[in-house]
Structure formats: structure tokens, C-alpha cells
């Protein structure tokens, strides 16, 4: 059995009814019961205003979670490696496009077309923090969460360096809500380190497992699992707002899940 | 890094299917790119298209799959003996040791182009017969291909545009290092859609004639498709003397722009840098540089510039999208096994298209077709968004 263990150093969220990590904790914990309501996603302040005009919602998404979990670990994003996983690109953008391309008049804007690259979020991290590290951009539909958890964790165990994991999920417009019921933005950003230091909140050791995903008792939290991918890491999260030592199944592909076992530090 | 071996490789493109079509289309300095006849698309410019890709026919059991992409993906997949490779792995490894990494820019989205045009008129719904999980999701190409060889082990699609197929054996070495996986299906499949197409045209980076990299007068890419695959296992101690090895990778990122590459391609110059530095090479050992080379005017001179900084001068050097077209997401995979060529067969591809090479960049620029051993070959791939990879490929020997 092959495991790969890191230390997290810094977490950000920010999704439905959560705002941040710190007041999170308690929701996701059960001490706090959890009141559903529309994600606000902040300026992205630290672009410049011509980049800012034009990021979309992913950009602003990573950039409110990555920013959290990397003050949260006193650390600088320059030459921090990254791994964005997202299901897929701007939903509001990629509806504007096709729209175009199927009428009349097929010039879309430059701006619009940047923003459709599944990348993009990631190209704004870079330009907005000034790191030059490297940044692995994944989509995994429903298992994207695992599959930037398996990749931020092999940078970390493999390349002995810490990486932030930036997960996130933004909605989806009508017609293409129908085919992809995306109802919100919600992400995750976990700053994942190799060694334990001051800052760690808990060791956790990830393997592959055939057993099922756990569930989330409070059944709107189970529904937003299921609805946003990068929900999928709820389970973690949970498991480290509760402060023990915990075992956890984390959603992943349909032959294979992550099991998880968590020690707070 | 421990060298990991390309025990079986394929590229599929508009220059022929399989090895021995591009291999001679190499040889005798044939394009593959023509002009735009592709669906109805009305910009005057050139294309690298796979002929025959409509025709394929997915398995029944994976019809839900159908798309562009998917059957580029599956013509690419059943050239030169890959899928029964990939099904001799399986029973070396077990399903479930075998990862699958593969880069694409746009996946299946001319499935959602083309039932945009399809609407409900009253409703706006979209037709019933669209699926989006299975075409135009970005993961959408990575699962029809666990699916049809029954791989159970970790799967992901890399999608950091025209870095993608490079990046994903980044992706693949560290699961493998990790212990989790015994080999990696790795690769990229791009096809031709709409939102590439006129989304370079609004930027004004597309050619409209056959793209011309490292030309004084270049103006553009032309866009292609293609689909590339490799089958990477740990190097085994004994192996012939041709085999191609994965020696190094580099990857960085730009923090400059979105669509423009840093002027003086310091990204490009660091992704090198630690290529060779992983590989533990010198520049001097690389023989053959294959060039991102896109034919854009910044391109070519930021990345003139940065192979410049690093290797000085004399390395042979070249692009060979004037015969593939830019396949975007599946660039890196495709010139991966354009590099496994040159190594095997001794060959260092000449740039096509040239009419006076740009003065302003000092390289040795490969303009007529170079026989000669081969050893160590770096490969670059950028992206937009500031996406940089280098893969240094080496012969066994």
C-alpha cells in the first residue's frame, strides 16, 4: 500500500454559507448549524485594473482561497508551485462564446476567448502573485478535488517542496446549467507541506482505497458536496475543524477513492 | 530523476496516421497544413485537419462519448499497435497500476458549438441528444480512455492550454516516483473547433497562409489537431540501444501576461534550465532542439531569445509546426514523439516554410533536413497564461 503524507499549513474556503475557513470551522464541525446562501466573491484586488476588469469568476475565486490559506501559513506566494483543479473552465464565459460562434457574427473578443482557457485562473495567479513556480492546471470532472489532492501531494512528497491546492468550481448558466447543474462557486486552497513546521494544523496520509466516499450528516452540506466538485474535499476539511484523529473515505474517480487519515498537529 | 522509459509511442496529425506516415512526411519536408474547409468556418487561413476523423465509430458501449475529440483520440489510439500495448500492460501491471495523463486545450467543446446552433427557439434548451459530461468536459478525452481500455487506476486531464501534453509527463513522473502507478498512458488529443479559431483570429495571431516559425515575415500559427500517446514504464537495466528515455522536465510560469509571452522569455529560459538541471545535462550535451516555435511574432522572438541565454548559438534548432500546424493541447505530445523519432532514425527535422530566417534571432536554425546521430534532444511547449514546460528525451545508448 502506497501512501503519500504532507502537512497542512494553511487552508482556505470560500462557497455557499461559508466564507472563510476560520468561521467555517464551527459549520462544518456541527457546532454552528449551516445557512445556505449565495457565494460573494471579492475583487480580486491584488490585480492590476485592466486584469481585473477581466477576470472572471474562477479568478477571483482562487485568488480570495489561495491568498487565505497562504496568509494562514505565514507564508508569500512567490515561487509557490500551484495545482488548480476546476471540472471546467468559466461557465458565463464559455456560454457567451457559443452563443456567438452559433449567430451571425462569430468575433468574439480576445478577452473573452483568454478567459475561456481552462487556465486561466491559473495564468491571473501567476501575473497577480509574481510567482514563477510551476502551476499543474487539471480537470477531472466530479473527481477533480481528488485528482489536485493526488497531484498536489505527489509535488510535495515526490519534489520534497510545498504547493498550494487550488480547487474551485464556478457556476453554470442556463442552457448549459441543464447539462452540467453547477449552482454555485465554492473553493478550496490548502497550503500542503512536506515537513512539519510551527504552522502545521494536521499531518494527513492519502491512499487509494475501493471503499465508498464518506458522507456529510447535515444533508444541505451533503447536497453541496454533490452539487460543486471541489465540495468533494468537504469530508477533509471536516475532519480537521474536528481536531482528531480521523479516518476518511474522499470522493474520487468511480473505480477508485482516497483514504484519508488525519492527525492534527 | 530516475529515467522513465517510452516503451511505445503514436502520434496521429495532419502530416499522416501513425509513425511511418509522419516519419515520411518529415523526410520529405511535407506540410500537412491546407486551407480552411473545416465545418463553416469562413476565415482565410491555413489548418493541419486529420483527414478521416468523422468516420471513426466509437465502440457501442462508449457512444456517449462521441465527439471530434474523442475520435481523433481513438484513431490516434489504435495506430502502430498502442492499444494492444497499453493491453499488454494491463496484464503486466493490473488496471488499476496504470495512470492516465493527457493534455487538451478545448476537448469536446465543438459538441456544445454545434448544439448551440440547435436551440430550442422558445425555450433555449439545449438539444436532448447533449451530453456534456462525456464530450465537451474537459476531463472528457482522459475518461473515454480509461473507459475503453478499462483503467481503474488515477486519471486526469492537464488543460493549461498549448503547455498541456508537455506538462502531463510532469504529472505522470511524479505519480510514478510516488510509488502509486507502474506506467502512464500519457499524451494529448486537440481537434478542430470554432473557439480556437476565431479566438486566435480576434487576436490577430493567425496566419493566413502555412504558418511560417522563426521567419523574418512570419505572421501567425495555423491551427491543427492531432492526437499523441506514449506508454511510459520504468526503464528496465537492460534496454536497446535505440529506445528513447524521459530524462528531464522544466516547468515554470510567466507572471507576465495572458496571451503574450514574457518578451525576453525568462520563463521559457527557466523551464530549459531545469530541464537540463533535472536531466543532469550541460546545454552543450543537447543535440537538437525542437522549438514551441508558433510562427506568432513574439513567440518566436521571446523564445529565440531564451534559447539563445541558455544553449548560445550553436545548437541545431527547429519548429516543426510548419508541418503539423499548432495542435495546441496536444503540441507537446505530438513533438514528444516527433523527438522519439529524431532520436531513433537520426534525423533532426527541418523547419518548413522559410523564406528568409528573422535576422534578429541568432540560431542555428535547421532549414534543410540534417542526418546525423542523435543522443539528447530538449522539446519546449508554452502556453497561454504564462504555461512553460521542457522535456529532454534521450537515446538508451
Known sequence: ?265 | MNPLWLSHFTATSSIGRGLDQALAALRQRRTGLAPCAFDTVDLATFIGEVAGVDAVQLPARLAEFDCRNNRLALLGLTQDGFAEAVRTAIAKYGAQRIGVFLGTSTSGILQTELAYRRRDPVTGSLPTDFIYRTTHSTFSVADFTRHYFGLTGPAVVVSSACSSSAKVYGSARRMMAAGLIDAAVVGGVDSLCLTTMYGFSSLGLISEQACRPFDAQRNGISIGEAAAFALLERAPEHLDADAVLLLGIGESSDAYHMSSPHPDGLGARMAMQDALKMAGLKSSDIDYINLHGTATQSNDAAEGKAVQHVFGSGTPCSSTKGATGHTLGAAGGVEAVICALALQHGLLPAGLNIRQLDPTLDLDYVLDNREQPVTHILSNSFGFGGSNCSLIFSRAD
Open chain 1, 1 to 265: 500500500m502506497h501512501t503519500l503524507t504532507a502537512y497542512i499549513e494553511g487552508i482556505g474556503l470560500l462557497g455557499p454559507g461559508l466564507t472563510d475557513w476560520p468561521t467555517s470551522q464551527a459549520v462544518l464541525s456541527g457546532r454552528q448549524p449551516y445557512q445556505p446562501h449565495k457565494t460573494v466573491l471579492p475583487s480580486p484586488a491584488l490585480l492590476p485594473a485592466a486584469e481585473r476588469r477581466r477576470s472572471g469568476a474562477a479568478v477571483k475565486l482562487t485568488l480570495a482561497t489561495g491568498l487565505e490559506a497562504i496568509a494562514a501559513a505565514g507564508l508569500d506566494a512567490a515561487g509557490l508551485p500551484s495545482v488548480f483543479a476546476a471540472s471546467g473552465g468559466d461557465g458565463e464565459n464559455c456560454h457567451a462564446i457559443c452563443e456567438m460562434l452559433a449567430s451571425d457574427d462569430r468575433q468574439i473578443s480576445p478577452t473573452r476567448f483568454h478567459n475561456s482557457a481552462h487556465n486561466a485562473a491559473a495564468g491571473y495567479w501567476s501575473i497577480a502573485t509574481g510567482t514563477m513556480a510551476t502551476s499543474s492546471v487539471l480537470g477531472a470532472f466530479d473527481a477533480s478535488f481528488g485528482a489536485g489532492l493526488l497531484e498536489a501531494l505527489t509535488q510535495v512528497v515526490v519534489d520534497n517542496t510545498r504547493t498550494v491546492l487550488l480547487a474551485c468550481d464556478t457556476a453554470y448558466p442556463e442552457p448549459l446549467y441543464s447539462a452540467r447543474p453547477i449552482p454555485d462557486a465554492l473553493g478550496i486552497a490548502l497550503v500542503l507541506a512536506p515537513q512539519r513546521s510551527a504552522q502545521a494544523l494536521a499531518q494527513i496520509t492519502v491512499s487509494l482505497t475501493d471503499a465508498i466516499a464518506d458522507q456529510l450528516d447535515d444533508a444541505a452540506l451533503e447536497s453541496l458536496r454533490l452539487a460543486i466538485p471541489a465540495a468533494r474535499g468537504l469530508p477533509l476539511l471536516r475532519g480537521i475543524a474536528l481536531r482528531q484523529d480521523k479516518h476518511l473515505v474522499l470522493d474520487y474517480l468511480d473505480s477508485t477513492r482516497l483514504a484519508v487519515a488525519i492527525t492534527p498537529c
